[in-house]
């Protein structure tokens, strides 16, 4: 039973870039959540995607945006990089929205930008 | 914006001693509480999630409650181990437009043996 995985593991950029980040949630999970985690930080929320649509966002600028397609992946774009958007990019699926139920996360997409 | 505390912010222990951490968060809206531990190099890996006040949940030899009204979670971890050693973040869920977990910074957990 695959875990959470998440592609590529390490990305290097130069500011204005663009940059696109995928997800495979856990087998059975329909619900992805990314994260980002800077240095000294906890993971910070960015959104959560639930049957293809977009359902919460956490404080991100509208440069962040993402997908959700019909098998439950996901991907996660950065348009016009920023120093700032060096960090460790997180997924995490879920069964269901909500609180109740523990999250899975992936091992994480390290993106640093030059 | 949500402030979640969690306290201390490292700790080095012994092989064998006991141990606890603290998470502190504003209790309006509180829905739900997530423990996770999270190992170097590997992905953050669920511990609980409680929901009830007075709530008490135990894995082995780590066990969490939790205190709805005043906001806070315990963990608390007996005989610590090396393979114990992690980051142990906490991350209250709220309803409605405050969105998904809110992550505490963590607590770094050394175990040397």
């Known amino acids: 039973d695959a875990g959470v995985t998440q592609s590529p593991t390490h990305l290097i950029k130069t500011r204005g870039q663009q940059v696109t980040l995928r997800c495979s949630p856990k087998s059975g999970h329909d619900t992805v959540s990314w994260y980002q985690q800077a240095l000294g930080q906890g993971p910070q929320f960015i959104f959560q995607y639930y049957e293809e649509e977009e359902r919460q966002r956490g404080n991100f600028p509208d440069r962040f945006s993402g997908h ?6 996901s991907e996660l774009n950065v348009n016009a990089l920023l120093l700032g958007d060096s960090a460790l990019y997180l997924c995490a699926s879920s069964l269901m929205r909500g609180g109740r139920q523990p999250q899975h996360f992936g091992d994480g997409t390290r993106l640093s930008i030059l | 914006i949500l402030n979640v505390e969690q ?10 001693d006991s141990t ?13 509480l997530h423990w996770y531990r999270w190992e170097t190099a590997k992905s953050p890996e669920a511990l609980f999630v409680m929901t009830l006040n007075g709530d008490e949940k135990k894995k082995g030899r780590i066990s969490a409650t939790l205190n709805t009204k005043e906001g806070y979670s315990y963990l608390y971890i007996k005989g610590s181990q ?13 309803g409605g ?11 770094k957990l050394s175990v040397k043996p």
């Open chain 1, 68 to 73: 959700q397609f019909p098998n439950y992946s």
């Open chain 2, 82 to 94: 090396p393979e114990d050693s992690a980051t142990y973040l906490c991350a209250p869920y709220y």
């Open chain 2, 7 to 16: 306290s201390p912010q490292s700790l080095h222990v012994q092989e064998g």
């Open chain 2, 97 to 107: 437009s405050q969105g998904n977990l809110i992550f505490g910074k963590g607590t």
């Open chain 2, 20 to 32: 606890n951490f603290t998470c502190s968060f504003p209790s309006s809206n509180f829905y739900a």
